[in-house]
C-alpha cells in the first residue's frame, strides 16, 4: 500500500471540504481535523465572536498558528480541512505547499451561494449581499487554491460521497504517478 502525506482541502465556503475530509479521512484510516474547530478550540470561543473582537487580521493569525501547529505534529497521517481563507496570507501558502498533498475542492458561486445560503456562522457573508461578496472571494481566491493544489476536484452538484471518491481515486492516481516517476 502507498503511504500517503497529509491531506489538506482548501476551496471556498460552500465547497464541502469538512464533509468530505471526514469521508477520505475514514477511508484512508487517518486523523481529521477541521482547522475552524481547531481554532475555535484553541480560542475558547467561536469565530464570529474571534473576527469581532480580533478582525479578520486576528483570525488569519490564529489560522496560521494552527495549521504549522497541525502539519508539524501530524507528518502524514492527516485530513485537515481548511476555511476558505486559508489560502491568504503567504506564509500558509508556503506552508500547504510543503507539508501536504493539497486538494483544491472547487466549487462555483451559485454552488457556494446555494450551499451556503441558510448559514449564520460565516462572518464574511454577513452582508446585504452575499453573492457579490462570494462573487468577489472567488476572484481573489480561486488563483490562489490553483497555486497551491496538488489536485483539483469539482464540486457542484455532486454528492459528497461521490466527491471523496473522486478525491481518493484522484489521491490514488496521482501517487502512483509520483511513485513511478521518481
Known sequence: MIKAPNIILV????AGKTTIG???SQ???KEFYDL???IEDNAGAD???IFEREGEDGFRKRETQALASIV???TGDCVLATGGGIVMREENRDILRENALVVYLYASVAQQLY???KSTHRPLLQTGDPRATLKKLFEIRDPLYRDVATLVIETDSRHPRSVANKVL???KRHLKMEITVS
Request: hydrophobic fraction near 35%; charged fraction near 30%; proline fraction near 8%.
Open 169 to 171: 481515486d484522484a489521491i
Open 72 to 74: 508539524e505534529s501530524d
Open 11 to 14: 476551496g471556498p465556503m460552500g
Open 36 to 38: 475552524d474547530k481547531v
Open 22 to 24: 471526514r469521508l477520505i
Open 115 to 117: 450551499r451556503t445560503s
Open 27 to 29: 477511508s484512508m484510516g
Open 47 to 49: 469565530i464570529p465572536w
